[in-house]
């Protein structure tokens, strides 16, 4: 695989996950968090308990992890390009997204981490006490710094595709 051939499949990758990614964490903030807060204290607990369950799989973790990867394979490959215009967008989109795994891994796992340690909806004598604990309004404000910060990059990797030509 020449040069050329690498740097395009690394950056439509990025491109392509990071773009998913937004996606997701938009869908979070103006879609399911706001249905779910709607919701009586069992429904809340029991759902999410249920969404973050499915979450973690394999798809979703090549997707996460993998714009992280992708955008930092491409920036590494345009380094070597004498034509370095692509490169100030892939590591701008680099830079924001690794603030967005970054969130995730110190705000929104442990929180996710402690409602589902709560245990068995069924069992549990005080659903408000749990839902109360899981900081929602804090789950949802920094989601949104994600979703801002995911579509930004993904925008830094479409202008970066504009400019590689």
Same mark, same amino acid.
């Given at each position: 695989?020449?040069?050329?051939?690498?740097?395009?499949?690394?950056?439509?990758?990025?491109?392509?996950?990071? @773009?998913?990614?937004? @996606?997701?964490? @938009?869908?979070?903030?103006?879609?399911?968090?706001?249905?779910?807060?709607?919701?009586?204290?069992?429904?809340?607990?029991?759902?999410f308990q249920a969404i973050d369950r499915a979450i973690i799989n394999p798809l979703f973790m090549l997707t996460f992890f993998g714009a992280l990867v992708a955008s930092g394979t491409a920036g590494v490959l345009y380094?070597?390009?004498?034509?370095?215009?692509?490169?100030?967008?892939?590591?701008?989109?680099?830079?924001?997204?690794?603030?967005?795994?970054?969130?995730?891994?110190?705000?929104?796992?442990?929180?996710?981490?402690?409602?589902?340690?709560? @245990?068995?909806?069924?069992?549990?004598?005080?659903?408000?006490?749990?839902?109360?604990?899981?900081?929602?309004?804090?789950?949802?404000?920094?989601?949104?710094?994600?979703?801002?910060?995911?579509?930004?990059?993904?925008?830094?990797?479409?202008?970066?595709?504009?400019?590689?030509?």
């Open positions: 695989m020449s040069l050329k051939s690498a740097q395009i499949a690394s950056l439509l990758a990025a491109t392509i996950t990071t @773009g998913l990614m937004a @996606g997701v964490f @938009g869908v979070f903030a103006h879609t399911i968090m706001r249905g779910l807060h709607t919701t009586d204290d069992r429904t809340f607990v029991t759902a380094l070597r390009d004498d034509d370095r215009s692509v490169l100030p967008w892939i590591v701008a989109a680099f830079g924001l997204y690794l603030v967005v795994v970054v969130i995730t891994m110190a705000v929104h796992v442990p929180l996710n981490d402690d409602i589902k340690a709560a @245990g068995d909806p069924e069992r549990i004598a005080d659903l408000a006490a749990v839902r109360d604990a899981f900081h929602e309004t804090r789950w949802v404000a920094w989601n949104i710094v994600r979703a801002l910060a995911t579509t930004v990059a993904f925008g830094c990797l479409a202008w970066a595709l504009v400019l590689h030509g």
